[in-house]
């Protein structure tokens, strides 16, 4: 992913209002990030632990999300599946996150959700540049190329149902 400014992702927002999207906590260590490590930018709001956000590149143009968490304590003798990166985790790594829709369908109250990495670091857990902090990833068949290409394509499959209006 290319480094993004804060203007921009505070414009790619599709399911939350202008004001929402203006008054949302950006990552302040943007030009620190490993952008050619990143396949979405993925944060959690640490004023507001219930709240994520993510932001995505969908064609031309970006794509951000917010997210919510339910305040649901989790297990931590149970192991969990990111839906996105398929990577395992212990406890509380990984959080059912919902969205609303997109436009009308998003006020009349439509949400989607998935099982996602609870830090948003799929695309670090996949390239082993983070590890699940009880769990080791499990050996894959698949090439670093081809789980990269996976995870974009289960993002992108999450992104489009946020999309749909109907």
Request: hydrophobic share 35%.
């Amino acid at each position: 992913m290319r480094p993004l400014a804060e203007n921009e992702i505070r414009e790619s927002f599709v399911n939350c209002s202008k004001g929402e999207a203006r008054r949302l906590s950006i990552p302040r260590n943007l030009s620190e990030l490993p952008w050619d490590d990143l396949d979405f930018l993925g944060w959690r709001d640490p004023g507001a632990p219930d709240r994520g956000y993510l932001v995505a590149a969908r064609g031309e143009g970006l794509v951000g999300i917010t997210l919510r968490a339910p305040n649901v304590r989790r297990s931590l003798t149970k192991t969990n599946v990111c839906s996105l990166c398929i990577t395992i985790h212990g406890g509380s790594g990984v959080a059912l996150l919902s969205a609303r829709r997109a436009g009308a369908a998003g006020r009349e109250g439509n949400t989607v959700g998935t099982y996602i990495c609870a830090d948003l670091g799929c695309s670090l857990y996949v390239r082993g540049k983070r590890r699940s902090a009880s769990v080791s990833r499990p050996e894959e068949s698949l090439t670093l190329e081809e789980q990269v290409s996976r995870t974009v394509a289960n993002l992108d499959a999450f992104v489009e149902q946020v999309l749909r209006t109907a």
